[in-house]
């Protein structure tokens, strides 16, 4: 619809998953026009610390491009980590920030199919010309339920980020400490994204697992566990596993992987 052409950054794991300053200035380009950022993000579950976000706005400044922050996981963050959203950190770069968000995670309102925008007025009233042209808009209903649970008692909230905080806890550790495998510990979201690619070469029953896809289709064929291949995402070594499950579930689908890993000769 824009005519633009992605350009894929690459983050490391060995760097949390983030964008580095030094990196992202390596893709950058006189034809650059934005940047999506996600924090916290989909699947690995970095977060943007003020500082990190600083340096990235003074690139954004310097060369002139916007960020289109998606802030959807605001909520659900651990260990006392401060979110903070890259517009709140001056005029120049709120000037260029498009904040997007919406209902779904925090408020468990996948279904109602509520998301919103904010940023500088001429941005936001070109989106709307799109957006009433395509979309239409939500139902009403769906609309004033998520004002509710955005100005409601955030009670709910805070029990359910305890919940994941302490699940994350236990997929976290027990992924560590399978053969082969390393999982970041995310700061925010409920995604563990361990690196399965140690696995990568091996067999079971004349089948050989080469990348991310085949070691998920193994995991359901063999194991009834649905990951989402890393592949799908860029990142071939890795798996994306939720813990917006029970616990029980977890522990369950956590041995059945560890079961699937060891029949892989």
């Not at 960020?67 to 000037?95: M, N, P, Q, R």
Request: hydrophobic share 40%; glycine share 6%.
């Amino acid at each position: 619809l824009a005519q633009a052409v992605p350009v894929i950054l690459n983050t490391r794991e060995e760097d949390d998953f983030k964008i580095l300053p030094e990196t992202l200035k390596k893709v950058l380009t006189a034809k650059t026009k934005a940047l999506v950022l996600n924090t916290p993000s989909n699947p690995t579950g970095t977060a943007y610390t003020k500082e990190e976000l600083a340096r990235i706005a003074e690139m954004a400044i310097s060369h002139n491009f916007f960020v289109i922050s998606d802030e959807i996981y605001e909520k659900i963050v651990y260990d006392g980590f401060e979110f903070a959203s890259i517009a709140t950190l001056g005029e120049e770069i709120k000037k260029k920030t498009v904040i997007v968000h919406g209902v779904a995670k925090t408020y468990a309102m996948t279904g109602w199919r509520i998301g919103y925008a904010a940023g500088p007025e001429e941005i936001i009233a070109a989106m709307t010309n799109i957006q009433s042209q395509s979309t239409s808009n939500p139902t009403s209903i769906a609309q004033k339920a998520s004002v509710e649970a955005l100005i409601g008692p955030q009670d709910e909230v805070r029990k359910m980020v305890s919940a994941f905080a302490e699940r994350r806890r236990y997929i976290v550790d027990r992924l560590n400490r399978m053969e082969g495998v390393s999982c970041y510990n995310p700061a925010g979201a409920f995604y563990a994204f361990p690196n399965f690619s140690s696995y990568y070469g091996r067999s079971y029953k004349g089948k050989r697992i080469l990348n991310s896809t085949d070691l998920a289709d193994y995991f359901l064929d063999e194991a009834r566990v649905a990951v989402v291949p890393g592949g799908e995402f860029g990142a071939d070594r890795f798996e994306r596993l939720s813990f917006a499950t029970s616990m029980e579930n977890i522990e369950e689908g956590l041995t059945r992987i560890e079961d699937a890993l060891r029949k892989l000769e």
